[in-house]
């Protein structure tokens, strides 16, 4: 494991935060809450039917000794999640309908770590984006001045570590919202040990060629500039006048990144899904995340391609990211 996951492993066991997992039937799942249980990193907390997840586990010749298991039906605060559920939403759901709908195990889990029941969540092994991020909205919702979630990777291979988004939520982001993300990301590289270098891609450098498209990430560019002058943000590049000093000397001689970006920020959803996939699967890095960001509490994606390694390291992104929500709350209460 890298030096990232390392470092972060060190972070959770001390601090032992819980993460709650909606598909706890899910072969993948039951794994990495096992593992995650026997090295003491994390209390796991798995939604599902117990004798069916227990079942599971007994198949797979794993414990969960030390793994909760929290059935909808049969869980003992489920009328507590209920009130709090009508009253999130505001109208929007009676009794009736939030009873119903609690006993998806995506808005149950939620509702959980709205509740401070559980610190994290971790789904989307065998459920769509939409499934996982729908619920978080609803309920757990962004944070002050944010106006959308977005979808980061950590993409890691040995000791480099990069940054890309948005590559799992807004499929077409206008200028404002490019700048936003650019900045969430920052902060994101920030929390794990990432000193933020950010290009704004294109298939233009520096004007070379002009579109609607290219005007969109120039006026981003702009933008986040003037919003986080401490940050080091620069655009528009293509990607390699943003990654090769000796592209970016001809390119872009003027630039603060010289070539040396280390988050990088896709103008589409499609490019950025398309980009994490080539480097994961042609580069040999791999591909952590989405990470969703701008939530107030940490609610994360799973690829339904993903494996039980990458629920693992994903389960340690999310009790980072809840340990340090927490730190924040202290500091500002």
């Given amino acids: ?196 270098k950010v290009a704004m891609l294109s298939f233009s450098t520096k004007g070379s060629a002009s579109s609607m498209e290219t005007q969109k990430v120039s006026e981003a560019t702009k933008t986040a500039q003037q919003d986080r002058p401490d940050l080091v943000i620069d655009g528009e590049f293509q990607f390699d006048a943003a990654f090769v000093p000796a592209v970016a000397e001809k390119k872009a001689p003027d630039s603060p990144l010289q070539g040396e970006a280390n988050v990088f920020i896709f103008p589409s959803l499609e490019s950025g899904n398309l980009g994490y996939k080539i480097a994961q699967r042609l580069g040999g890095y791999d591909a952590i995340g989405p990470i969703l960001q701008g939530l107030n509490k940490p609610v994360n994606d799973l690829s339904r391609g993903c494996s039980a390694d990458d629920v693992y390291k994903l389960a340690l992104i999310t009790a980072k990211q809840a340990i340090m929500e927490k730190k924040t709350q202290l500091i500002n209460s």
């Fill in 1 to 196: 494991m890298s030096d990232l996951f390392e470092a972060i492993k060190g972070q959770v066991k001390a601090d032992f935060p819980s993460i709650v997992f909606p598909e706890g039937e899910d072969e993948r799942i039951v794994k990495a809450a096992a593992q995650l249980s026997q090295d003491k990193m994390l209390k796991p907390i798995i939604v599902g039917n117990k004798e069916k997840v227990q079942e599971k586990a007994n198949s797979l010749g794993v414990s969960f000794e030390n793994v909760d298991i929290y059935d909808p039906s049969s869980y003992e605060n489920f009328d507590k999640l209920v009130t709090a559920f009508v009253e999130r939403r505001k109208g929007k759901e009676t009794e009736e309908s939030a009873k119903e709908k609690l006993q998806d195990p995506n808005y149950f889990g939620t509702m959980l770590v709205y509740l401070d029941y559980a610190d994290g969540l971790v789904s989307g092994a065998a459920h769509s984006t939409g499934d996982t991020v729908r619920p978080a909205l609803q309920i757990i919702k962004t944070k002050p001045g944010i106006q959308k979630t977005s979808g980061v990777f950590i993409m890691v291979k040995e000791d480099k570590k990069f940054v890309f988004a948005d590559c799992a939520i807004n499929i077409s982001p206008n200028a404002e919202e490019l700048a936003e993300i650019a900045i969430s990301t920052a902060e994101t590289a920030k929390a794990f040990e990432i000193d933020p």
